[in-house]
Every structure is written in C-alpha cells, then in structure tokens.
C-alpha cells in the first residue's frame, strides 16, 4: 500500500501547464485563488452596474437608462454581488486557508471541489447573457418577489431560475467540503477549542448553507411552476399567497444574510489579536455567540416581511426574536474592543480594515436594530435606509472583511508584500468614500425616499448627487486595490514564513510563498 | 491511521466536464421551459446534450474512483470524508422537500383559511372571493376550478407498504454484506429494486387516474400543486435511488465490495432510506391529513 501512495504524491509532481493547470486542477490553493479571482471580477461587474444606478440617481427625472434597464441593474447587481463576489470570496478564502490552519493536506474532496467552482461561472455566464436577449434579464429585484417574478416578469425567467438552481448546486457541494474538512481532517491535537475562529464561522456558515440553499432551490422552482406550468403557489386565486413566498425566500434569505458576515467575523477574530499582539479576549464566548447567531437566523425571517401582513403574534414574535440577535453580536463586537484594550496595537493595513470594519458594522448593525421595531419599520420599509443599512452591513462589513483578509493573507499566498503606500491610498480612499456613499442614504431614508425607482422627488437631489459621487469615488478606489494586487502577485520584497510578528496559528508555519502542497503528513498540534 | 501520509487524488479532467454538463443542463431547461407550445426543439437538445454529458461524467468519474478504491489507495479518513460528504447531501435533499412541505403547511394553515375569511380576513372574502369555502383538500378554488382529492387508500397505501418493504429488504441486503452472504445479498437487493421500480410504475399509474378520473391536474389549484410537486419530486429521487441500487446490485453480481469496504452500497441505503423516511410523510401529510 506505501508504493501506492508514493507513487500517487508522484502524481502531483508532474505539472499540468497553461489552461488545463486551471480546468483540472484538484489543488486546494489553486482553487481557493480561482474563487478570489472570480469573485474580484464579479465585483468590478457588479460594481459597474452600482455605477449605472448611481448615474441615473444623479439627478432627478429620467436620465440615462430606461426604468426596465434599470431595474435590470438593480437586480443583477444584487444577485452578482451576492452570489458571484461575497459568497465566492468567502469560499475562496476558506479554500485557501482552511486547510493549512488545520493541518491538513487539501480539502476533504478535492474533485468535488474543483466541480463546485468551475459551474460559478457558467452560472454568472447564463445570468449575464440573459441581460442581453430580447426581454432582457431578470427585473424583479435580487429577492424575486412573486408576482413580480410570476404574473409580471419577462420570458427570460427560466433561465435566471437554472441558473440560480446550478448556482445552489455549486454552493451546496463547496459547503458540504468545507464541513467534511473540517470535521475529518483536523491535524492530531487540533481539537474543537483550538480551532482558529476563521475555522469555526467556517464550519457554521457551511452548515447554514446545506440547510438553506436548497430552500431557495425550492423557491426558484415554485416561482417557475408557477409562471410556466400554470400552478398557484403564489396566487390567491388557486388557494395559494404571493405571501407565502415571501416567508420560502426569506426562510432562505435570512440564514443567507449570516452566510455573508459569519466567516467575516472570523477574519476579525484572527487580524485582531495579531497586531494587538494579545489573545483573542474570550475565545469561547466567540465560538457561542456565533452558534447562537446561526441559531437565531432560522427563526427571524419575517422581520424582512412587517408591512406585507401577519397575525400581530407573528409581528411581535419576529420582532423580540431579531432584537435578540444583538446579545451574541454585541458580545463579539465587545470582545473585539477588549482584545484591542490594553494590547501592543499597531496600524498595518489589514489592522485598519478591521477597525473599519467594527466601527462601520456596527453602524449597521444599529441601523438593522432599528428595523426590528416593528411600529419604526412601517416607516423605514423598502426606503433607503433599508439600503444604508444592507450596505453597511455588507460593504463596509463583509467586503471590509474580505479586504483585510487578502491585505492579511497575501503576503502568504505570493511570498511578496504589496506596496503600503498603494494599499494605504486604497483603505483611505474607500473608507471616506464610502461613507459618502452610504451614510446620507440613511437620510434620505428616513424622509422617504423609496428604493429600487429611477427617479425621486426634487427634495432628495442634492443628498442623491452627494451619494453618487461618493459611490464613483468608491467604484474607482477598488481599481486601486486590483493595481496592489496584481503588483504584488507579480514581486515585490520577500517575506519571511511568520509575516506579522504578533500572528498564530499553522498558516505562519509553512513557508511563504505557501507552497503547492502544505501537510502531507499531519503536524503535531500541541 | 491518522498518522500516514493522506491520499490527495491527482488532477481529474472529471469536474470540468460536469460543470460544462451543468451548464448545458441550465442552458438546456431553461429554453425548453421558455420554448413550451412552440415548434423550436433547440432547448430539448440542448437539454438531452448536457444529461449525456453529465452521464458520460458520472460514469467516467465512479469509474476512475472505484479503479482507485480497488488499488487500495483510500484509507479509513478518505472513506469517513466519503461517508460524511453523502450524509450531508442527504441532509440537503431533506431541506429542498421542506421547501415543499412548507408550502403544504403553509397553504392549508393560513393562506386557504384566510381566503375563506379566517382571522381578521373577513373583507378579503367578502370583497374579493365571496363565495369561496375553506376546505382542505382545496376542491373548489377561490377562481371556481373543481377537483377531486385523491384518497390514501387504494394505490397510495398499497405504494406504503412496497416502499416499506422495500427499506427492511435492503436492510437485510445490508445485513448480509456486513457479514458478506453474497447470495442473500444479491437476492435481497434485486427484490428491494424490483419494489422500487414497481412503485414507480404504481405511481404512474396514479397520475393516470388523478388525471383521467379525478380532474385533479397540476392546474388544479393549491392542493394540486403541492400533491404533484411533492410525489413528484418524490418520485424522480425513487428513480435515482432505483438507478444507484441497480448500479449497486450490478457491481455486487461483479464481485465488488467486501463486508467492510462497500461505500457505494452504504451511500445508495442511506439515499433509499432517505426516500423511504420521505414518503412516510408525504403520505401522513398530502394523503390522510
């Protein structure tokens, strides 16, 4: 049996080149850098896409678009950086760094890995072509609300719906690998409470995206039966209740919220500590908040719905319910600031995303408990300030994350440090431009403003001319952070194996650029 | 165990031509929904293409993987990783019929007695269905569509104890490969994928009548919708179940397996139980409830 298995670690050594390197490769660091690089595409697409909202939305009245354009805009924005720049990101991440903060020698199924990201861009390839055949794409908003998606949507919707099913399918497998990893491929010693926390938020978000994905397969389904095979899921006149999937999409649609901000906690958790140059300040506690949270997101899901119609028991339940999801995100914001209390604290570039990041999450975060109260969100619901607080949440949180994570990690993956000073245009840039961006959303918001519409009331037209220039400013800003990037990919200075003098963990063991193979045998974690 | 050296399988063409399946899969359902009642077959092909494909890899892809068990390269920790892997698809499979069984509740709790004036509706009857009666089954929708419910005795209880059975022979098939009896082996798996394929056969047969006798279409309002959509997507995981178990009893009359490395057989059990576990609800839920 030995002779087998060396001769199968021969195997690796010969080198697949060019294309077919990329198309076959069963490489967990290969496959982690496809996700990224596919994810940072996405992103530029998506963001293009931002910008066409926001030129319309520079001033009043009709400007530059069509509304079915731009409600096109609206929606494949969301759904690209949903699915094809967040969630993508976070795999490639968990690709890259999972194995080798475990000790293991690759993920648990590395065929099925390679599977799971090659049908992404098939996926975003038919969602794209869509917007370009006669009808045009989806038009429904990323949450395709029957009957805007049955009765009233374009003849395209077939394809949106394969492609969010193969979408899914690519999601559930990668997901699947992650939890089998990490449960099955723990080096020796690597026990449950040593887990790194990236680790951990990992493995919990994995487990909601088994448990959630395919509820949104479900809803995709109904919403094509019931737009093409003449059932009534969502048409009362069959028995059935365009409310109803509202609660099916949101079943999905909340656990999918966590999805995109558990493994961001966990790149806080492990930049934090690393240039405070202390422990993690309650490591525990961090590991139960984030379980309580993926708890809790199974049982809030109507929040999204207040004004769309419940039993009053209903309104309150999801109202105490949401408000109680910021016990355990209050305690790991909190946990953050006392790791930081007292410690060393030095401002590398991954260091200032993260404080960014718990600053302006937080801001979200206060945003998303005003929506819980139910009476308050009869006013704020479908305006603005829902879309302030999403994209603090999720741009200043999630993509913030992402940022420090690859401004953390890269110097690992290439073996080179990027330029500072180019990152440092990049974080400065972005965290004044977002800001721009987002926060007089809030504003408007709160006067009124409805989301999702081409054009508004003269009143909004300055705050809206302010939030567009931020929004270019922040579009521009990232090319900034593709140009570091890519020059680091290309050289720079060398790094040693430990790149920051205060980080731990396996990662820092193995040496930097980290090469192909890490672990063939399990290290000894003490 | 844990401390040899792991197996990381080389590089595999397998996964580029399933994703390349999945998309013309995609691609290919999508038109031949979009193409319903018209001449253009282009989806259908497009369609047909990709399930070949995907055929084509599935085969290529077991193939390879089995030529590698049977070289001994997996160790104990590839076939946990294996074990795991399945469960969990499985526990996704359970969550896309909850999907469904969600819609059930849902429809038959609020939306139906809702639309009958239940709760604080009573102007959503008046106004808009005033002469529509909350009943489950739905037999009369709100728009005045009559069906008839389809009743659990007859071919749907007949179907319960097939599929029944069908799990405890498997379970004796599974018994007797622990112990590895190669006869009652192959004879209790070639009864357990004869059931099956009788099940199927029966719930064609049902179909038929549903639709010939009863009126009760996928047209047929709510309680139609979720009776076609739950037996449905029920019985297309029948056939792949019956399909994996028939590859199964294949490689069993080839000799595969031993009694304690037979992967292929546990991934296939657990799916048929899987199924099994299923219908037991669907048929309290959609046919005696």
Redesign the interface.
Known sequence: ?ST??QS??H??E?H?TGI??W????NHKEIGSLYLIFSLVMFLIGGAMAMVIRAELFQPGLQLVDPHFFNQMTTVHGLIMVFGAVMPAFTGLANWMIPMMIG???M?????N??SF??LP??F??LLASLFMEGGGPAFGWTFYAPLSTTYSN??T??F???V??MG?SS?MG???V??TI???RA?GMTWMKLPLFVWTWLITAFLL??????L???V??V??DK??????FD??????P??FQ??FW?FGHPEVYIMILPAFGIISTIVPTFSRKKLFGYSSMVYATSSIAFLSFIVWAHHMFTTGM?LAGELFFMYATMLISVPTGVKVFNWVATMWRGSISFEIPMMFSIAFIVLFTLGGFSGLMLAITPADFQYHDTYFVVAHFHYVLVTGAVFSIMAAVYYWLPKWTGHMYCITTAKWHFWMSLISVNILFFPMHFVGLAGMPRRIPDYALQFADFNAIISIGGFAFGLSQLIFVWCVFKCARGGESVPAKVWDGAEGLEWEVPSPAPL?T????PEVK | MQSQSYYVPAQSPWPIIGAVAMFFIAVGAGLTVMQLGSEDLSGVLILSLGVLILLYMLFGWFKHVIQESDKGLYSAQMDRSFKQGMSWFIFSEVMFFFAFFGALLYARVFSVPWLGGASNNQMTNEVLWPNFEAMWPLLTTPAGDVTQSMPWYGLPLINTVILLTSSVTLHFAHKAIESNKRKPLTIYLLITVILGFIFLALQAQEYVHAYEALNLTLQSGIYGNTFYLLTGFHGMHVTIGAILLTIVLIRVAKGHFTEDKHFAFQAAAWYWHFVDVVWVCLFVFVYVL
């Open positions: 049996m087998q298995v199968s670690e195997a690796h010969e697949l077919k390197r198309l076959f490769t069963t293991a020698p690759d648990a199924l590395p065929r099925m390679n599977w090659w049908i098939f996926a390839a038919i003849d395209n077939a394809l719906v394969f492609a099913h193969i399918i559930i997901a699947i690998n939890i089998v449960v099955n491929l020796p088994i448990a959630v994905m395919p509820v397969a479900g809803a389904t109904m094509l039966t093409y095979f003449g059932t009534s899921f009362a006149a069959g028995g059935g209740d409310v109803m609660h099916i079943f039993p193979h672990f063939s045998t399990p």
